[in-house]
């Protein structure tokens, strides 16, 4: 059984920092990209940051320089650290585990989401 596991989400202050945390069990860890994804009320869910198997990163143009996403692949974390909070980050974050077996075969999972609320 996949469980992804997210934690860390809390009301911060605009400026303020948090740090999220993926849990994932049931998958070889190190054979999956990682990735972080948020929802707004009332907007698509997004992605905001990925991490290959190889550590390679990718971030969404609004978060770069400010948010750092990093895996250990020998916890099965993923992590987000999140600097300089805006109150437009402000969204519900999920884990996301990634795995291409093809170009046209893949295999997602998410964890459950976490809530992060950026306001004064």
């Known amino acids: 059984q996949v469980q992804l596991v997210e934690s860390g989400g809390n009301l911060v202050q605009p400026g303020g920092s948090l740090r999220l945390s993926c849990a994932a069990s049931?998958?070889?860890?190190?054979?999956?990209?990682m990735g972080w994804y948020r929802q707004a009320p009332g907007k698509q869910r997004e992605l905001v940051a990925t991490?290959?198997?190889?550590?390679?990163?990718n971030y969404t143009d609004s978060v770069k320089g400010r948010f750092t996403i990093s895996r250990d692949n020998t916890k099965n974390t993923v992590s987000l650290q999140m600097n300089n909070l805006k109150p437009e980050d402000t969204a519900v974050y999920y884990c996301?585990?990634?795995?291409?077996?093809?170009?046209?075969?893949?295999?997602?999972?998410w964890g459950q989401g976490t809530q992060v609320t950026v306001s004064s």
């Open positions: 996301n585990a990634h795995r291409s077996w093809s170009t046209v075969v893949s295999t997602n999972y």
């Open positions: 991490i290959t198997s190889g550590g390679n990163t």
């Open positions: 049931g998958i070889i860890f190190s054979a999956y990209a």
